[in-house]
T-cell receptor, first 114, second 118 residues
């Protein structure tokens, strides 16, 4: 079955510290991978995406993610977290076929302490 | 990137009434549109997939007679919540994909509609 697992429900990081949010996927086809961020009461904002090529992808707001096929992972990282990064983060996986929808993980809530 | 809009952004209705939510792709033709539902502090759950001109395909457990989806044009899909009840209160998010063959068609998301049923 196709699925996305985000093992960490809630993470607290000190401002200025580094961040890594984990994402593992199970997908039968070639995966197209995404990270989204959502602030309370808001819609989704795309942080970055991986389709093919270089397995380290850069996104907005200083985020990056690395695709590791052997581990079925697509972890999100940021070297120095800012208080404004506090939000809900969702990893998602999609397929090439036009009629298929993205499947989302349950999300990780990021809190930033001062 | 491409833009998807939703209207209204929030709506409050009385129990037993019906509510229609519109989803529009503003600068591309959406061959496929998707409707998701998100409860507070939870993830997005796919409700249904609709292809332009065809009946929507509903996910298991989603009542098709309660959540009516129409995708009559390549730029517009509507979700009608019929006889809404408080348990239908949620954040509804639509998304859309083009249908170009030979390349990956990215899925673009609307800003969501907050439905509160009193």
């Amino acid at each position: 079955a196709q699925s996305v697992t985000q093992p960490d429900i809630h993470i607290t990081v000190s401002e200025g510290a580094s961040l890594e949010l984990r994402c593992n996927y199970s997908y039968g086809a070639t995966p197209y991978l995404f990270w989204y961020v959502q602030s309370p009461g808001q819609g989704l904002q795309l942080l970055l995406k991986y389709f093919s090529g270089d397995t380290l992808v850069q996104g907005i707001k200083g985020f990056e993610a690395e695709f590791k096929r052997s581990q079925s992972s697509f972890n999100l990282r940021k070297p120095s977290v800012h208080w404004s990064d506090a939000a809900e983060y969702f990893c998602a996986v999609g397929a090439f076929q036009a009629g298929t929808a993205l499947i989302f993980g349950k999300g990780t809530t990021l809190s930033v302490s001062s | 990137g491409a833009v998807v809009s939703q209207h209204p952004s929030w709506v409050i209705c009385k129990s037993g009434t019906s509510v229609k939510i519109e989803c529009r792709s503003l600068d591309f033709q959406a061959t496929t549109m998707f409707w998701y539902r998100q409860f507070p502090k939870q993830s997005l759950m796919l409700m249904a997939t609709s292809n332009e001109g065809s009946k929507a395909t509903y996910e298991q457990g989603v009542e098709k007679d309660k959540f009516l989806i129409n995708h009559a044009s390549l730029t517009l899909s509507t979700l009608t919540v019929t006889s809404a009840h408080p348990e239908d209160s949620s954040f509804y998010i639509c998304s859309a994909r083009e249908g170009h063959t030979g390349s990956y068609n990215e899925q673009f998301f609307g800003p969501g509609t907050r439905l509160t049923v009193l």
